[in-house]
């Protein structure tokens, strides 16, 4: 299912750096051991995806919302809308026979326009990490003052349909941002950015002001990508048990975190949610994995490690520029 094109000639996008200074360099090896409540080796990151496309959104000079041919494209519409009509409530049965924790990646306008779907997140208490207001605009060419308004509207909406704190978020559609974003975030008060993909733990990012982390959000164990490129849904599965299994096993000396992020229109397919039920079956089938949300491990991450590793991380910069 394609979503995006990418026009081959877009404008430039504002940009006063000439390098990302947001993550510094820390081989895996030479930091302090992770670790997470109840001894877990691996905290697991359950996150459906609860999105909302428009049907004919504003032309955008950097991407085409809808790659396969201009709006109105009902056939790939038509499939993004069976995610929210059948897709989430498939998925939602195997979620709930094995008891798993959510942190829905959502699009803010979801909730206003699947009031069911809202509800049934609510019931569960789901967590949420912020994925824009919809699925179908981005922030690139936003201005700082518009891009900080359109993140506070989103956890208004957010905060307004749920009563959750919306405290960690990716960019809109696939993962825009801008220059800026990093420390609009930490601004406003979210822990955590999500669009890095950078390791297996969370990491302090540098800002401005405030404090912020990347999340490990999944690339590769996102079945979108997978689904995507001619692979079916149980070699996804053998991904995720390989995936896990060398996780849990590092694990054992310093704690990992492991998402797996799942597109309703993709594993809510019939032919698809047997996978979806032996998937989960494995995950739960061992001890010591913290079940957890996105805002339980941001928040331990930031409780207990990310002043000592932001500190770790200046002094070996310090001793870098010694050397330069």
Not at 46 to 60: F, G, Q
Not at 100 to 125: F, G, W, Y
Not at 224 to 248: K, M, S, T, W
């Amino acid at each position: 299912m394609q979503q995006y094109a990418y026009h081959p000639s877009p404008p430039p996008t504002r940009r006063v750096r000439s390098s990302q200074q947001w993550l510094a360099y820390s081989p895996v090896h030479a930091r302090p051991p992770l670790e997470w409540p109840g001894k877990a080796r691996l905290a697991l990151w359950i996150c459906p995806n609860v999105l909302h496309y428009e049907y004919d959104p504003p032309a955008d000079p950097w991407i085409n919302a809808w790659a396969r041919m201009p709006a109105p494209d009902v056939l790939m519409y038509g499939r993004q809308d069976f995610a929210n009509r059948v897709g989430f409530w498939r998925m939602l049965e195997a979620i709930d026979r094995f008891d798993l924790r959510c942190t829905a990646v959502l699009n803010a306008q979801a909730l206003e326009k699947n009031p069911s779907i809202r509800d049934a997140m609510v019931e569960r208490h789901w967590d949420y990490l912020g994925h824009g207001l919809n699925n179908t605009r981005f922030v690139h060419g936003m201005s700082r003052e518009e891009e900080r308004r359109y993140y506070l509207e989103m956890m208004e909406t957010v905060h307004d349909q749920t009563g959750i704190a919306l405290v960690g978020t990716g960019g809109p559609g696939p993962q825009a941002s801008t220059e800026d974003t990093p420390d609009i975030l930490a601004e406003i008060g979210m822990l955590y950015h999500s669009d890095w993909f950078q390791d297996d733990v969370p990491f302090p990012l540098k800002v401005r002001q405030g404090r912020l982390i990347s999340m490990p959000y999944a690339m590769d164990t996102n079945d979108a990508p997978y689904l995507g490129q001619a692979f079916e849904a149980e070699g996804f599965v053998d991904v995720i048990r390989r995936q896990f299994d060398q996780l849990y096993a590092e694990g054992a000396q310093s704690g990992k975190v492991m998402c797996i992020s799942l597109h309703p229109a993709l594993f809510g397919q019939a032919h698809r949610i047997k996978y979806l039920h032996e998937m989960f079956d494995y995950l739960r089938s061992h001890e010591h994995v913290w079940h957890a949300s996105g805002q339980e491990i941001a928040t331990h991450y930031m409780n207990h490690y990310h002043d000592t590793m932001l500190a770790l991380l200046n002094e070996q910069g310090q001793k870098d520029a010694r050397r330069a």
